[in-house]
């Protein structure tokens, strides 16, 4: 059914194209004819070629402005399929890494006594093992967990506190463009009011809501709307220090 829709908006995406295609060729062989008219002094006044340019400008532009929200859409559509996908996985970082090691098993071992989940057996687990090649400066790789069953995926996440004071950390296992967005929300926001849940940002704002964040445009109007609240904010204390209240 995924796939079917996917299919269906690239097909859709792909005729407002070839639509578009089709009426700015149109309209600029129209544009052409009449400007070689109008210098050959037989064709259309030099002010309508004017007029009829910049209407066709505005089509231009209003129409780019649809192919990118069109392709914003089909893009955020990928993520969810991608995000859905690994929905049942964890990333633990920092765990030892050493030669021929058994992955699952000393996975197991943390997730159930430090972790204390104790039916986060081997047995669990549909597949974990580290990521990449090893790195030259020895330092260990993350490993990647999928798990069979994503209520246990879900409990095993909510306990990841446990892990505070260790030098391993758990994280969701993001897509590149939502760990970029994750970085960029907790560098404008902080790192303690940013965490992720389901493969969604979620930030508290310095007024105090908190906001589900997916897209880079989410993200910029929440800075920009997190700016003009600390302006409005800040002109109402001036206002209040220049006009105290008689007591």
Same mark, same amino acid.
């Given at each position: 059914?995924?796939?079917? *829709?996917?299919?269906?908006?690239?097909? %859709?995406?792909?005729?407002?194209?070839?639509?578009?295609?089709?009426?700015?060729?149109?309209?600029? *062989? /129209?544009?052409?004819?009449?400007?070689?008219?109008?210098?050959?002094?037989?064709?259309?006044?030099?002010?309508?070629?004017?007029?009829?340019?910049?209407?066709?400008?505005?089509?231009?532009?209003?129409?780019?402005?649809?192919?990118?929200?069109?392709?914003?859409?089909?893009?955020?559509?990928?993520?969810?399929?991608?995000?859905?996908?690994?929905?049942?996985?964890?990333?633990?970082?920092?765990?030892? $890494?050493?030669?021929?090691?058994?992955?699952?098993?000393?996975?197991?071992?943390?997730?159930?006594?430090?972790?204390?989940?104790? /039916?986060? #057996?081997?047995?669990?687990?549909?597949?974990?093992?580290?990521?990449?090649?090893?790195?030259? *400066?020895?330092?260990?790789?993350? %490993?990647?967990? +999928?798990?069979?069953?994503?209520?246990?995926? /879900?409990?095993?996440?909510?306990? +990841?506190?446990?892990? +505070?004071?260790?030098? %391993?950390?758990?994280?969701?296992?993001?897509?590149?463009?939502?760990?970029?967005?994750?970085?960029?929300?907790? $560098?404008?926001?902080?790192?303690?009011?940013?965490?992720?849940?389901?493969? #969604? %940002?979620?930030?508290?704002?310095?007024?105090?809501?908190?906001?589900?964040?997916?897209?880079?445009?989410?993200?910029?109007?929440?800075?920009? #709307?997190?700016?003009?609240?600390?302006?409005?904010?800040?002109?109402?204390?001036?206002? #209040?220090?220049?006009?105290?209240? *008689?007591?």
């Amino acid at each position: 059914m995924a796939t079917q *829709n996917q299919d269906k908006t690239v097909d %859709i995406l792909n005729k407002t194209i070839a639509d578009l295609t089709t009426t700015f060729t149109s309209q600029l *062989n /129209d544009f052409q004819r009449d400007l070689q008219a109008s210098k050959a002094g037989t064709g259309t006044p030099l002010d309508k070629l004017t007029h009829d340019f910049d209407a066709f400008r505005n089509l231009v532009l209003s129409s780019l402005q649809c192919l990118q929200s069109q392709v914003r859409a089909l893009m955020v559509f990928n993520e969810h399929q991608e995000m859905r996908r690994r929905r049942k996985m964890l990333l633990l970082h920092g765990v030892p $890494e050493s030669n021929n090691e058994d992955v699952p098993q000393v996975v197991s071992k943390i997730l159930t006594e430090t972790l204390l989940v104790p /039916d986060a #057996s081997k047995d669990a687990l549909n597949r974990c093992h580290r990521m990449g090649s090893t790195a030259k *400066n020895n330092k260990p790789r993350p %490993i990647v967990i +999928k798990f069979i069953d994503v209520a246990l995926r /879900d409990r095993v996440w909510f306990k +990841k506190t446990s892990l +505070k004071g260790s030098d %391993i950390t758990m994280s969701e296992f993001l897509i590149k463009s939502r760990r970029d967005l994750f970085l960029a929300a907790r $560098e404008q926001f902080g790192i303690s009011k940013c965490w992720t849940s389901g493969g #969604s %940002i979620r930030i508290i704002t310095p007024g105090g809501s908190r906001v589900r964040v997916e897209t880079e445009a989410d993200l910029k109007d929440l800075i920009e #709307s997190s700016k003009n609240q600390a302006a409005s904010s800040s002109k109402y204390e001036t206002r #209040s220090k220049k006009h105290p209240k *008689n007591k």
